[in-house]
């Protein structure tokens, strides 16, 4: 062993009580491994307060479902009565045309009937003549019952813009829906009459009624409930 120049005879020993550590270094796969661990522990906490959500909200919907299937509201659309029904025993209404049972007067009724209970009034309003006559004829082939025919009362006359005006007390509200599904674009309006008789006014935009196939499907669209809104807590 070479000894530095100065240095000869000299002995040297390594003093204190530090010594420099022979273990492994930490791995990094360990830290990886801690990592991976911590974040499956986070996912697995959110997982169950979501689950533990659902689990009351879902309470709260099943009782909603339960309120809106309540019998109280059926839904169901407005129908027009089999023919050859007759009213209920003991109810006291009288018989309209057909075999129906006319509305009490002052009552309401939204029910559509069958055209034979129905007495529609035919008034013109334009200047075109025969429109009335031709009107109430192609009803009474329909099996509507025929009233008053003829010109509009001056209030109306030269005043119906559109192609006619179904006008109706609170007891023909579903006859006025009836008579008003048979001509494209009628407007319908109500007063304050007893009976449930309709009026059918014809407008300036007056060209046909519409056939009884597109009349039908106009009925049954008019009758159709509205979609219910979607949103928490309705029906």
Do not use: H
């Not at 075109?128 to 329909?142: I, V, Y």
């Not at 579903?174 to 304050?192: F, I, K, M, N, R």
């Not at 407008?203 to 409930?225: N, Q, R, Y």
Request: with cysteine.
């Amino acid at each position: 062993m070479l000894t530095p120049q100065g240095l000869k005879g000299k002995q040297y020993r390594i003093t204190g009580n530090s010594y420099p550590r022979l273990g492994r270094p930490p791995r990094k796969s360990r830290r990886v491994l801690a990592l991976i661990g911590s974040l499956l522990a986070l996912a697995l906490i959110a997982l169950g307060g979501v689950q533990l959500v659902d689990i009351f909200t879902g309470m709260g919907r099943q009782a909603t479902a339960q309120a809106c299937a309540s019998p109280a509201a059926s839904g169901k659309p407005l129908a027009a009565p089999e023919p050859g029904s007759s009213p209920a025993a003991g109810s006291g209404a009288p018989a309209a045309p057909g075999g129906a049972a006319a509305p009490a007067p002052g009552a309401t009724s939204t029910a559509i009937p069958q055209p034979q209970a129905v007495t529609v009034n035919v008034y013109n309003a334009t200047d075109k003549s025969g429109l009335a006559a031709r009107t109430a004829d192609e009803l009474k082939k329909r099996g509507f019952t025929v009233g008053a025919v003829g010109n509009a009362p001056s209030a109306l006359d030269k005043k119906v813009p559109g192609t006619a005006q179904v006008i109706s007390g609170p007891g023909g509200l579903g006859a006025a829906v009836l008579v008003g599904s048979q001509v494209a674009g009628a407007t319908t309006t109500a007063d304050t009459r007893a009976d449930a008789t309709v009026d059918l006014v014809i407008g300036d935009a007056w060209s046909a009624m519409l056939d009884p196939t597109a009349a039908a499907a106009a009925l049954a669209a008019a009758t159709k409930p509205s979609p219910s809104a979607s949103g928490p807590g309705s029906c």
